[in-house]
């Protein structure tokens, strides 16, 4: 708290999300919080309500029947770098419930800010990449974390269904990862080990896309193979995906994984990560701009999105006169609405959602 209140943006920071309050009287009730719990409940949580009022046209959500005090490992759909686990911890508080702790990648304490944040919101590092056996080690290591976390501790934790964030609009599970937590566990008995941890997949979407246009430009660059991330890259994401405009946004927590679902798929880890992606795709809930994407994708009519299509043109033309790099940066970044389509994604009964602003 003494560094936090120390930070250089943090009489900004304050002063927009705290404006009833002196800067005196804030900075000494950091100070008296005692752990991470206290400060999620005042700080966080406000930050939280700041983002949906001031960057969302309206949040929704459903599923919150699935959330109770049973320790489980949340394992989500990422679009956002900080937002997906961060909207989650606001739902947990709103219903009364404790927050989970949250798996990061390593590249985000890179950013002094975010480490302060990460250390007062139970976030955890993992390493990045490398060699087979590296990335084997960084995940075997993750898994015995969250494994300890859930079936020890009787704590909540979540984490990314994949390494980084979904970039080009396909939200898919990494079976890789579903070995290593089952593999955490008694490993003669595999589901009864998955069955422990409780899995509940979590699916976030956004009507527009966090940090599309930036996303559209990285997979274009990767295509030429010269890219290479820029100092204060993952910064100008953080930033971004908070602070940009989001419009509709809704939160979906899905059914849990259930013992005879993974009875069925007994040992078949890619049959496993296929079923979380089913209810992550069935917990998505698409936009028009998804459609209109697709159908100017595929030289289609989408008139029945007459009011909603001149926004989302305007913000496609604005997207290539300032990246002009080539029609194949149009295409990604179409892509990036379009793909969600081309999956098994199904339209959310708006009658089981719940507007929270």
Request: charged share 25%; with cysteine.
């Amino acid at each position: 708290m003494r560094m936090l209140v120390g930070y250089e943006l943090f009489d900004s920071l304050a002063a927009k999300l705290f404006p009833e309050m002196s800067l005196d009287a804030l900075r000494q009730q950091l100070l008296e919080f005692e752990d991470a719990d206290e400060f999620q409940h005042v700080v966080m949580y406000r930050c939280c309500q700041w983002v949906i009022e001031n960057t969302m046209s309206q949040f929704t959500y459903s599923g919150t029947e699935y959330l109770d005090r049973r320790p489980c490992l949340y394992v989500s759909n990422h679009r956002d770098i900080v937002l997906d686990a961060m909207l989650l911890q606001y739902l947990l508080v709103d219903r009364g419930l404790d927050t989970s702790h949250i798996i990061i990648g390593s590249n985000l304490f890179e950013m002094p800010m975010m480490a302060l944040l990460a250390k007062t919101n139970k976030m955890y590092s993992i390493g990045r990449g490398g060699t087979p056996r590296e990335y084997y080690n960084i995940l075997m290591a993750m898994s015995n974390h969250l494994r300890q976390l859930v079936t020890v501790r009787g704590e909540s934790a979540w984490i990314a269904q994949r390494n980084g964030r979904t970039k080009d609009g396909r939200d898919r599970t990494d079976a890789a990862l579903i070995k290593m937590i089952a593999y955490s566990g008694n490993r003669e008995d595999l589901v009864g080990s998955l069955t422990e941890m409780h899995i509940i997949p979590v699916s976030v979407s956004y009507e527009w896309e966090p940090c599309g246009v930036l996303k559209a430009q990285e997979l274009r660059l990767r295509t030429l193979g010269s890219y290479t991330k820029a100092p204060g890259e993952d910064s100008q994401s953080v930033v971004s995906g908070i602070t940009d405009f989001k419009g509709r946004v809704h939160f979906t927590i899905c059914p849990p994984i259930q013992p005879k679902e993974l009875a069925d798929r007994n040992g078949d880890f890619d049959a496993i990560a296929a079923l979380i992606d089913q209810r992550i795709c069935d917990g998505y809930h698409t936009w028009p701009n998804n459609y209109i994407a697709k159908a100017m994708l595929e030289g289609d009519d989408y008139a029945e999105y007459a009011d909603e299509a001149p926004a989302f043109e305007k913000y496609i033309d604005n997207a290539c006169r300032q990246h002009p790099m080539d029609e194949t940066f149009r295409k990604i970044l179409l892509g990036i609405y379009a793909n969600p389509l081309t999956s098994t994604y199904q339209r959310i009964n708006i009658s089981t959602q719940h507007n929270i602003c």
